[in-house]
């Protein structure tokens, strides 16, 4: 029997139909959308947070960060969704809806007397129109790696999808709500090799993170309030800085998500915060869940899930995990199907031999490619970079027989990292089918069965 997925099915007709017919197709529907659910965008103050990585972990620490100063709101990220008290995962394995779901998940915040919308925009979603009709305030960048490279026909294609957030931000109008106006604002990492690109869209105001000693030269020359961490000290248990003279005590470890927060603390500081209060929110922040997440259930070892899929989260990940007393590292990892940029899978694997003692590659979203193929890619870049099979390598076609494996070879003071999926509720498999899954739960199964 011939099955025709919902991805086959979008390449055939991206075949047959010329591109100028499915853009104005995708920008009618958006336009369509936002008419047909009020506008709701034009009631909030919307920030868009887009790069490659630390996005839903940006938008969460905002989110946050603005609820513990008193603000109600609504967020739509890879990992969950958010309308005011009402919180709950992302199972569809998009990060950006559709436009209609979106233009409704909008509408529902609105509703709900939300005052504020994060919305985590990709690249892909913006290459298909669905940011527009959202009537953007503020546009944040974290950073940008390859990533997504075959889906946009390479780098540059890639960078200005991401880069069409801030011209559709500055081409809009500034917003009053509740007898405040609030202009449109661009938030800038300028310590990324790309920042002088997203500083050059002539937004009315921007703001300008990153660590001391580490600004883009070439970023350094544009007009942008710095929003720079001084003095950066981390810990395996905290992060501590300056801004601006105002002391910040960060709790989720690790430089990526030092840089996660000072991109919501300036989010903020241009929403019209004060720094004292920027830091006092940042102060009760927890680790997001699914990036970075310990998993204890008594062990004498520790166990971690992570999000971490592509090599740039993954180097970040170990130089955290770095600052973290433990032995060995085991690492559970493997990389995803459906034609999402195969380069990477070798590159994780040398990543994974390079740092870990241990390398387990497993399955993770094969869709409709064959899992086996997919670990046996990552499996041969672990080769290359040392992973001796049967001693240090495994390949472990089953997730849950792989943790189950890992959890049981691990000794007191050990370290067991799953990467790849983070607090993902669904694994996705051929013939479009999205199976329940869970990394974090099967951990804990496995650790409970010691």
Not at 390 to 401: C, H, I, N, S
Request: glycine share 10%.
């Amino acid at each position: 029997m011939l099955y025709l997925t919902g991805d086959m099915l979008k390449s055939l007709l991206r075949k047959l139909v010329p591109e100028p017919v499915i853009s104005l197709y995708h920008l009618g529907l958006a336009h369509l959308a936002a008419y047909w659910y009020g506008h709701p965008s034009r009631h909030l103050v919307v920030i868009g947070v887009t790069g490659t990585n630390g996005k839903s972990s940006t938008v969460q620490f905002l989110g946050r960060m603005l609820e513990q100063m008193g603000e109600k709101v609504g967020w739509t990220t890879t990992a969950s969704f958010k309308v005011g008290a009402h919180e709950w995962a992302n199972d569809k394995k998009m990060t950006m809806l559709g436009r209609f779901q979106t233009q409704k998940l909008l509408q529902a915040m609105v509703l709900n007397g939300c005052g504020y919308a994060i919305v985590e925009t990709s690249s892909q979603g913006i290459e298909q129109f669905r940011h527009i009709g959202i009537d953007y305030d503020v546009a944040v960048f974290t950073n940008l790696t390859p990533e997504h490279i075959e889906a946009h026909g390479g780098f540059e294609h890639y960078k200005k999808a991401k880069g069409k957030l801030f011209s559709h931000l500055e081409e809009g109008d500034d917003k009053t709500i509740g007898g405040r106006t609030f202009a449109k604002a661009a938030v800038v990492n300028v310590d990324d090799a790309h920042a002088p690109f997203f500083l050059g869209f002539g937004t009315e105001r921007q703001y300008g993170f990153g660590l001391e000693g580490r600004t883009n030269p070439e970023a350094a020359i544009a007009r942008f309030v710095p929003v720079i961490a001084r003095n950066v000290h981390s810990s395996g248990s905290c992060s501590v800085f300056s801004v601006d003279h105002v002391a910040f005590h960060l709790k989720p470890v690790g430089t990526f998500n030092v840089y996660n927060a000072l991109a919501a603390a300036s989010a903020c500081r241009a929403l019209g915060f004060e720094w004292g209060a920027i830091a006092k929110a940042m102060g009760k922040l927890a680790s997001v869940p699914g990036r970075l997440e310990a998993i204890d259930e008594g062990q004498p070892f520790t166990a971690i899930v992570d999000y971490a899929y592509e090599p740039y989260a993954l180097k970040a990940l170990y130089d955290a995990v770095g600052l973290m007393k433990h032995g060995r590292v085991i690492h559970v990892t493997g990389s995803a199907g459906g034609g999402r940029d195969v380069w990477r899978r070798a590159e994780i694997g040398k990543l994974a031999a390079a740092h870990a003692d241990v390398v387990i590659v497993t399955n993770e979203d094969p869709y409709d490619e064959p899992p086996m193929e997919i670990i046996d890619q990552v499996a041969k870049g672990a080769e290359e970079a040392g992973g001796v099979e049967g001693e240090t390598l495994f390949r472990v076609m089953d997730r849950a027989e792989a943790i189950d494996k890992a959890i049981g070879m691990a000794q007191p003071g050990d370290l067991v990292l799953v990467t790849g999926k983070g607090s993902e509720p669904v694994m996705a498999v051929a013939h479009g089918k999205k199976l329940p899954w869970d990394d974090r739960v099967a951990v804990r199964k496995a650790l409970k069965a010691l």
